[in-house]
């Protein structure tokens, strides 16, 4: 592939909608670990009623894991860029 500059503005103007897909998937994860968290706590309150610390264990740690997991995707969440130094007044009094 050979990049040329109409490439590069291309990837430039695409980098918002690239971030939106990308906090979109993002969601979708955090959202499905969070059902799954909800899911193993259920099974770990009926295996702890049940006294069965083996298999308690095992779910406690599949719902650490899918806390992790959603806790990581939640700060990758959003702007991914560095902030600028400056940044100009953009408000609506501000003089022109």
């Known amino acids: 592939m050979t990049i040329t500059t109409?490439?590069?503005r291309a990837v430039r103007n695409n980098?918002?909608?690239?971030r939106d897909r990308k906090d979109k998937a993002l969601q979708e994860v955090i959202d499905w670990?969070?059902?799954?968290e909800i899911e193993g706590l259920r099974l770990a309150?009926?295996?702890l009623l049940q006294r069965d610390m083996a298999a308690y264990g095992v779910v406690k740690g599949q719902i650490n894991?899918?806390?992790k997991?959603?806790?990581h995707c939640l700060s990758?969440?959003?702007y991914t860029?560095?902030?600028?130094?400056e940044v100009p007044n953009q408000s609506e009094d501000a003089k022109e």
């Open 6 to 8: 109409g490439t590069i």
């Open 45 to 47: 309150n009926a295996l």
């Open 33 to 36: 670990c969070e059902q799954r």
């Open 15 to 18: 980098n918002g909608y690239e």
């Open 65 to 67: 894991a899918y806390e």
């Open 76 to 78: 990758m969440l959003g």
């Open 81 to 85: 860029g560095s902030m600028p130094s």
């Open 69 to 71: 997991t959603a806790d």
